[in-house]
């Protein structure tokens, strides 16, 4: 019944000419990695206007939800998850962040990782020693898993905790995939925005290693002259 209400409710959203975009955008064609996905042509921010309208669901309920086959759907039940594991104490986030790692591949295209898995697994592991969890995410055959591994890690980031990134990442420099380097890339550059200083060190331990893309993203917020420098080689 609640899957069928938030179909109802997100279709209210639809944009038409969206879909053909979206699947496109979100690489859904055959061999890709977003391959048979199907979209509806919602935007994000009404996406979350239906999660906050359906926020009282429970976990069986939004269960059901994560396990559309359309995409906006999937991610209305990964915005509720995200806003009860904000609101709810220490005992409810731990069943929050349960439910998320055992329905991980759930999570399987880069704006779910993106959207929600900073807010519940780094989010439970911020004050936690025991972070072995993201190791194992990180050495998943699943390429969601593993860009959850380092996505999650925002969550430490912000709080100027670089260690488990920076081991992530050093772990996952070889990895074939393009969504892994930006990603990387990414919570390195999110690193130097508050120690240039971490990041640089970690570029330059690591140079011959750095996938382009994973660089080129790192390294986004240098001025010109530094960052085609960094580039070169020349540093």
Known sequence: MELNEIKKELETYVNPEKPVV?????????????EGDIFIGVSVPDCRKVAQKFSDLNLEEVKEIIYSEIHEVRLTGWLILVGKFKKCDENSRREIYDFYLKHAKQVNNWDLVDLSCSN????????KKDRGVLDKLAKSDNLWEKRIAIVSCFAFIRENDFKDILK??????GDKHDLIHKAIGWMLREVGKRDVAVLEKFLKEHYEDIPRTTLRYAIERFDEKKRKAWLRGAI
């Open 120 to 127: 519940i697994v780094g989010g439970f592991l911020l004050d």
């Open 168 to 173: 992530i990442s050093e772990n996952l420099l």
């Open 22 to 34: 979206l699947q496109r955008f979100f690489k859904t064609g055959e061999g890709e990695y977003g």
